[in-house]
């Protein structure tokens, strides 16, 4: 008996030293497959730590450009690429910032946009604005009569094309090449027949692009006036549209109906005050057009350049420096000389890289660079 108790007793201590083992051996690799598990999560948070650290970085340079701190910025950024190379946000802030410090462009510029396209080639941000980099490299070759034109049209075509095979109905790239095909001339990389395609593409996906590609394609001389005023009654008034109504106004010489058409746009959304801007350019256009008018022209310009600078929202300080430089070219024509170079300090003061161009900066070179473009700046009309 007491045999058979020893043999039952042993046997039951080798089932249960196996079931000791199994369930150590279970546990063991449930174990380790938590501690793999907690590994990677560790590296993916280290990773999204690493992420968001350098995107705040790159935003708070953008920040420091919006404030007019354009060195700074510039300098933050070459500090973050010194650091680690492969950050395509970096790289397109960068070419942003140099852009802005040089309006006509840089090689540096165009380098940093390219690394950044090629870092992330999906990233329909880059790609638009790399496709707008060339077209003003084309504009570039355009003003300058050189034999380089043929060339970047067709690059600009062909990055705006790459950015509507990430976004295929992304509206400000086609009607890029709207413009482009439908207004230069043959001999330049211009083609009705693709601007034509490009137009019923717009007008099957966006009305309001539709709208104004459709316009390109009609015949010179269309009253602009007219066309926009029958497009909001039958689709009614947003910012957009009345901001082409009064852009059609001040071409008709009529800038009480541009002004009328801004207040609107103003009411509905008050970022649009930078239209007070295109109602000072109209009386500054007049003096150059004639300069016998400066007398009655340039003190209307000055009220709606006043008028700008005291609008909410209160204008960043690029915008705000600008239109002091717009106020100095005033004082200097109206041969105030001393007031002029005062307010240009002022102006270099708040942003001294301010654009010194007759054209008001389009809002685009202020969003963030983690957000898309949706701004469209035509590089054939004053407005």
Known sequence: MKHTTNLVNEFNLIAVSNSAIKFIRNRGIQFTRILMIAILLMNFTAVFSSCNKNEKEVLDAYKLRTQGKVDEAKAMLLSILEEDSTIAMAHFELARTLNYMN???????????????????????????????????AYKAMQMGGGDVNKWITKTCDEFKNVLDLESGYPEALMYLVEIYGMLPENMGGDKAKAEEYTRQLESTDKFFGAKARLVMMP?????????????????????????????????DDIDGAKKSFEKAMAINKSQNIRILDLAR??????????????????KAKEYVEQYLNS?????????????????????????????????????????????????????????PNKPNHHFTSFFSPY
């Open 103 to 137: 309006m006509m462009g840089s090689d540096e510029a165009t380098n940093a946009l390219k690394q950044a396209k090629k870092l992330e080639p999906d990233n329909v941000i880059y790609a638009y604005g790399y496709a707008r980099n060339c077209f003003l490299e």
């Open 220 to 252: 010179e001389g269309t009253d602009m006036v007219e066309y926009w005023n029958k497009y909001i009654a039958e689709n009614g008034e947003d910012c957009k549209s009345l901001k082409e109504l009064g852009v059609a106004s001040l071409f008709a």
């Open 282 to 299: 109209f009386h500054m256009m007049k003096v150059m057009q004639n300069q016998d008018a400066a007398g009655e022209e340039l003190p």
């Open 312 to 368: 909410k929202p209160e204008p960043i300080p690029p915008l705000h420096a600008y239109a002091l430089g717009m106020m100095v070219k005033i004082k200097m024509f109206s041969g105030n000389q001393e007031e002029g170079e005062k307010l240009m300090e002022e102006a270099k003061s708040l942003d001294p890289y301010f654009s010194r161009a007759f054209g008001i900066p389009s809002l685009a070179t202020f969003e963030p």
